[in-house]
T-cell receptor, first 112, second 116 residues
Framework: GENVEQHPSTLSVQEGDSAVIKCTYS??????FPWYKQELGKGPQLIID?????GEKKDQRIAVTLNKTAKHFSLHITETQPEDSAVYFC???????????FGTGTRLKVLA | GAGVSQTPSNKVTEKGKYVELRCDPI?????LYWYRQSLGQGPEFLIY????????DSGLPNDRFFAVRPEGSVSTLKIQRTERGDSAVYLC??????????????FGEGSRLTVL
């Protein structure tokens, strides 16, 4: 079936450094790619999303890039802060459905 | 405004018992999803409602799982003859439903189910 692969599973960075998380999807007709942040005991919360007609989107310290040819997209967090520590999930819409397929998550730790 | 509300937040039951999990979506959101999240994994799709009807139930693992949304608002996920493998966090999410197959999912905090 269709899936989304996410790497790395864990990532530790020093405060102020950048963090990059990468995802690969299998459905070439996927057209929507959201990123969610999940804190302990909470539900996932959308932090940024990108549609297939755009190659890059930025919102303050967060950016997402999309390479449709290679079927991968990445989350970039600059100037990381301790409050960025959480689990991050990428997702992709499954064409012809209303489903979003999620990656397996990346646990980001920002060290003060 | 109120977000997505899920009850109970925690449920411990014995193998073989019946369980109901409730989701109260954001008012006006016509699309409602149930996902299941096992420890260390991403959310796994179970079922999607548009209004009152289950538009896609392809993620339900077997016929012990059933969900309803009789008035197009509150939804209940029902699990019969629970098994230890059903232990997970069950997440509900709602979406405005006017954005095709895209748009933000608003998640509740989940119902943690433990089957002993």
């Amino acid at each position: 079936g269709e899936n989304v692969e996410q790497h790395p599973s864990t990532l530790s960075v020093q405060e102020g450094d950048s963090a990059v998380i990468k995802c690969t999807y299998s459905d070439s007709a996927s057209n929507y790619f959201p990123w969610y942040k999940q804190e302990l005991g909470k539900g996932p919360q959308l932090i940024i999303d990108i549609r297939s007609n755009v190659g890059e989107k930025k919102d303050q310290r967060i950016a997402v890039t999309l390479n449709k040819t290679a079927k991968h997209f990445s989350l970039h967090i600059t100037e990381t802060q301790p409050e960025d520590s959480a689990v991050y999930f990428c997702a992709a819409s499954l064409s012809g459905t209303y489903k979003y397929i999620f990656g397996t998550g990346t646990r980001l730790k920002v060290l003060a | 405004g109120a977000g997505v509300s899920q009850t109970p937040s925690n449920k411990v039951t014995e193998k073989g018992k019946y369980v109901e999990l409730r989701c109260d979506p954001i008012s006006g959101h016509t699309a409602l999803y149930w996902y299941r999240q096992s420890l260390g994994q991403g959310p796994e799709f179970l079922i999607y409602f548009q209004g009152t009807g289950a538009a896609d139930d392809s993620g339900l693992p077997n016929d012990r799982f059933f969900a309803v949304r009789p008035e197009g608002s509150v939804s209940t996920l029902k699990i019969q003859r629970t098994e230890r493998g059903d232990s997970a966090v069950y997440l509900c999410a709602s979406r405005r439903g006017t954005t095709g197959n895209t748009g933000e999912l608003f998640f509740g905090e989940g119902s943690r189910l433990t089957v002993l």
